[in-house]
């Protein structure tokens, strides 16, 4: 498991690799918050394309991001989901929240 | 139903282990030759439940989780997994999307995504005793024939 975060002056990307669980998303956790709390862009990217398992752990992980970047206005695009990870992210109905992006074959 | 099979797993409430004990059990149903959706299904179930008793049964102490999958005829494979920890007083409740006691980031939606990746799921719990979680799945008939 590793985050990757790429910062432009307008959007903060933060790609997640591995497994993302109750244990592991606390690191995740700590890490993006960091990168966006210093950086406040108007659009944070969350890349789950290297991600390989998730349980609703990862709903969570993208719930808790959501209200920080929301909080200054910003918006949160959850980007190269699997077709598994894009229904699990449905059923939370996180598209009411946030922009979901499947992955592109 | 008579069993086939059967593996037993005694771990302790460390979120490290987590992610050996759905690898474990998802190791254990391999050789009933499941699909990959049907093996995510069954990890995706085995974190929910193991999570929860990390998180809700055992709060303040370390305690034991106790696992055991048994494969029956007609591929069906059955996973319990038991605590003694302190139980769930409203269980109805503790099952309904989106509720969740413990704040933070937990999104209540444990028992909503074991729901949704098992056939059946059923919740045994006593306040103060413990719970346990047994989920059922019955796995599609890919590779049956070189039972």
């Known amino acids: 498991m590793a985050i990757r975060i790429t910062a432009e002056p307008m959007r903060l990307t933060i790609e997640l690799t591995g497994e993302i669980d109750h244990h592991n998303a606390a690191v995740f956790r700590l890490e993006a918050d960091e990168a966006i709390q210093s950086s406040l862009t108007p659009t944070v990217r969350l890349d789950f394309g290297d991600v390989t398992f998730m349980d609703s752990s990862g709903i969570g992980f993208v719930l808790g991001r959501y209200k920080i970047v929301e909080s200054y206005g910003g918006n949160v695009e959850v980007i190269n989901l699997s077709g598994r990870l894009y229904s699990m992210m449905q059923l939370a109905g996180l598209e009411k929240l946030v922009t979901l992006k499947r992955k592109r074959k | ?147």
């Open chain 2, 1 to 147: 139903m008579k069993p086939i099979n059967e593996m037993k797993l005694q771990i302790e409430s460390r979120s490290v282990n987590e992610a050996f004990a759905r690898a474990a059990v998802a190791a254990f149903a391999a050789q009933l030759d499941p699909n990959i959706e049907e093996i995510s299904d069954i990890k995706t179930a085995v974190s929910e439940a193991v999570t929860n008793c990390i998180v809700h049964a055992y709060p303040e102490n370390v305690g034991k989780i106790h696992i055991t999958a048994t494969i029956y005829e007609n591929r069906l494979f059955r996973v319990r997994i038991k605590d003694k920890g302190c139980g769930i007083e409203n269980i109805k409740q503790a099952m309904e999307p989106l509720f969740t006691t413990s704040g933070g980031e937990r999104a209540g939606l444990g028992f909503a995504v074991m729901e949704s990746f098992c056939d059946k799921i059923r919740v045994l719990s006593k306040p103060g005793k413990g719970t346990t979680v047994v989920l059922e799945k019955k796995f599609s008939s890919r590779g049956a024939e070189n039972d």
